[in-house]
């Protein structure tokens, strides 16, 4: 079949491939002038399916409102009024419940335990593809009673799907890494997951998409989808505007992999998904030491940062805000980055010499991703990865390939649809199309 994938990031460039190799012809659009220069540009850099999870969780509206009121809150919003936003908010809320939580703390970790073994198996299929890829495990640093006991509680579910895992106290993460010993922060004890990797998602991107295209994937950027034509049904084509020019794009599937641009597209077709920017920061900061920098990836969990080593640099990434679509790195927010930083790490970086970005995290309210068939015939999603899109990019591309392709996928996709918004695949019932 012929295959359109909108989108260029981890998640369009991962089903691009399963698509591929699968043995359909396919072509990629971006907007982008290459791949991986959205969401996938920036991130923390960690793959670690221990820590999948949903923001909606029991507590959390208490602790979001706390944290905005900070001095230097790593929570943020913006006053200006926004409908969309307080629709999100308020499905948002009925998902941060116990229950609710287990169900899609397991929805979570399903999939991005799957996908850890999708990414095993594309890296032995594509053994030069080169992101920078290490396992050399993760610490949760917990500085408060609280930290301590809800990460005892998250390693139940570690057990149910076999992870390993340790709590360890300060001196043993001292000793598993060195460079912690200079740490100025209070923290008490870790968790320790020792097969948690980290790699370079935008290296990841480029590289991929460099062996798609000797294989003869067609990737052309520039290239912006603005609507979905249907009828009867079913899809048609995409619009889309590229050189100044507006042209049809027709195939026989098309799977809309773009982040939080999704539902706009959607829109145009009369479909509706709960996904809403959650904007995030980082800082790449280059290693001086090397010795005295981490070799580990390290969660902040009191201050919501995560620090992963690529290569020469140490990326580090954390803050939530609530403020749309607004790409602007906001200074002040890069400051805390690195103040809290150099708590954990005053020595071995050049901290002078560190960039910054922002991002947008596609977020669902309830946390796990929406992909597969949609109630329009031919069109499929790969959508709503929220900040586990590094992680879970290689299966959710897999599992989207296998519905394009009707194969049965290789895990319960329960809680991974679209059904859990009240909506049906084509095929299952008619499709409900504005």
């Known amino acids: 079949m012929r295959v359109l994938v909108l989108g260029a990031g981890v998640a369009g460039v991962s089903a691009a491939y399963h698509l591929w190799r699968d043995g359909h012809e396919v072509t990629v659009l971006e907007r982008q002038t290459g791949p991986g220069m959205g969401s996938?540009?920036?991130?923390?850099?960690?793959?670690?399916?221990?820590?999948?999870?949903?923001?909606?969780?029991?507590?959390?509206?208490?602790?979001?409102?706390?944290m905005a009121l900070q001095k230097h809150a790593p929570v943020r919003f913006s006053m200006m009024p926004d409908a969309e936003r307080l629709r999100w908010l308020a499905q948002w809320l009925k998902e941060c419940n116990v229950q609710r939580f287990g169900i899609n703390k397991a929805r979570m970790q399903r999939m991005a335990h799957y996908s850890m073994r999708c990414m095993q198996v594309l890296r032995d299929e594509v053994p030069e593809l080169n992101f920078g890829f290490h396992r050399d495990g993760t610490l949760q640093l917990l500085e408060t009673d609280q930290e301590v006991e809800l990460a005892q509680l998250?390693?139940?579910?570690?057990?149910?799907?076999q992870v390993p895992w340790r709590m360890i106290g300060r001196d043993e993460a001292?000793?598993?890494?060195p460079s912690l010993r200079a740490s100025a922060a209070a923290w008490q004890g870790a968790l320790h997951l020792p097969d948690d990797a980290s790699g370079d998602s935008a290296k990841f991107c480029a590289g991929l998409?460099?062996?798609?295209?000797?294989?003869?994937?067609?990737?052309?950027?520039?290239?912006?989808?603005?609507?979905?034509?249907?009828?009867?049904?079913?899809l048609r084509s995409v619009e889309i505007t590229h050189g100044g020019q507006t042209e049809q794009r027709h195939a026989d599937a098309c799977v809309v992999a773009l982040g939080c641009q999704a539902p706009a597209l959607l829109a145009t077709a009369g479909l509706r998904i709960p996904i809403y920017p959650l904007k995030g920061y980082s800082?790449?900061?280059?290693?001086?030491?090397?010795?005295?920098?981490?070799?580990?990836?390290i969660m902040d969990e009191h201050n919501k940062i995560m620090l992963t080593r690529l290569g020469d640099k140490l990326r580090v990434a954390g803050m939530a805000e609530f403020v749309g679509y607004d790409l602007s790195v906001r200074r002040v927010r890069t400051e805390l980055l690195s103040a809290l930083t150099r708590r954990l790490f005053p020595r071995g970086l050049d901290y002078a010499a560190a960039t910054s970005w922002a991002g947008l995290r596609p977020m669902t309210p309830d946390g796990p991703p929406i992909l597969g068939a949609t109630p329009l015939q031919g069109l499929y999603l790969n959508a709503g990865h929220g900040s586990n899109g590094w992680t879970q990019a290689c299966g959710t591309g897999r599992l989207v390939a296998d519905a394009?392709?009707?194969?049965?996928?290789?895990?319960?996709?329960?809680?991974?649809?679209?059904?859990?918004f009240g909506m049906h695949r084509a095929g299952r019932t008619p499709a409900r199309v504005a």
């Not at 998250?154 to 799907?161: H, V």
């Not at 998409?209 to 049904?233: D, E, I, K, M």
């Not at 800082?283 to 580990?296: K, L």
Request: proline share 8%.
């Open 40 to 66: 996938s540009f920036g991130n923390a850099g960690g793959l670690c399916p221990g820590f999948a999870g949903p923001w909606a969780s029991p507590g959390m509206p208490y602790k979001v409102l706390r």
């Open 154 to 161: 998250a390693t139940r579910t570690l057990s149910q799907f």
């Open 283 to 297: 800082i790449t900061i280059p290693i001086a030491d090397t010795g005295a920098a981490p070799r580990m990836a």
């Open 209 to 234: 998409a460099s062996y798609l295209s000797r294989r003869g994937v067609s990737f052309q950027y520039g290239a912006s989808a603005t609507r979905l034509v249907h009828a009867h049904g079913r």
């Open 174 to 177: 001292m000793a598993l890494e």
């Open 404 to 420: 394009v392709s009707g194969k049965p996928p290789e895990i319960d996709m329960d809680g991974l649809t679209v059904e859990r």
